[in-house]
C-alpha cells in the first residue's frame, strides 16, 4: 500500500513563491506517473503538473512558466516549485501517484492560499 506525504503548503502574498514535496512509501518499486493536482472551492480537481521517470513532463496551460515540477526517482519524492504565484492559484494541491499494478494513490492534501 502506497502512502502519499505531502508539506510545504502556506499562505503566500501575490507574486510570492512556494514549494510543495511529497513522498511515497510503502512500495518496492517507483511510483510513476506522480503528479500534482488542485481543487479550488467550487471547482473540480485538476491536473497542475504530472512527471514521469524518464523526464516527461506536462503542465497545466495557466501554469506554464510560473511552476516547475521535478521528482527524484530513487527516493519517490515529487516537488512543485511554485512562482509568481496568484490569487487563482488557491485550491487545496493533492499529490497524485500510480504504482506498477497501476492503482492510484492520493495525499491527504495541502492548503495553499495567495492573498495579500
Known amino acids: 500500500q502506497v502512502q502519499l506525504v505531502e508539506s510545504g503548503g502556506g499562505l503566500v502574498q501575490p507574486g510570492g513563491s512556494l514549494r510543495l514535496s511529497c513522498a511515497a512509501s510503502?512500495?518496492?518499486?517507483?511510483?510513476?506517473?506522480m503528479a500534482w493536482y488542485r481543487q479550488a472551492p467550487g471547482k473540480q480537481r485538476e491536473l497542475v503538473a504530472g512527471?514521469?521517470?524518464?523526464?516527461?513532463?506536462h503542465y497545466e496551460d495557466s501554469v506554464k512558466g510560473r511552476f516547475t515540477i521535478s521528482r527524484d526517482n530513487a527516493k519517490n519524492t515529487v516537488n512543485l516549485q511554485m512562482n509568481s504565484l496568484k490569487s487563482e492559484d488557491t485550491a487545496v494541491y493533492y499529490c497524485?501517484?500510480?504504482?506498477?499494478?497501476?492503482?492510484?494513490?492520493w495525499g491527504q492534501g495541502t492548503q495553499v492560499t495567495v492573498s495579500s
Open positions: 497524485y501517484g500510480q504504482d506498477a499494478g497501476l492503482a492510484i494513490y
Open positions: 510503502g512500495s518496492r518499486f517507483t511510483v510513476n506517473p
Open positions: 512527471i514521469t521517470t524518464v523526464g516527461i513532463i
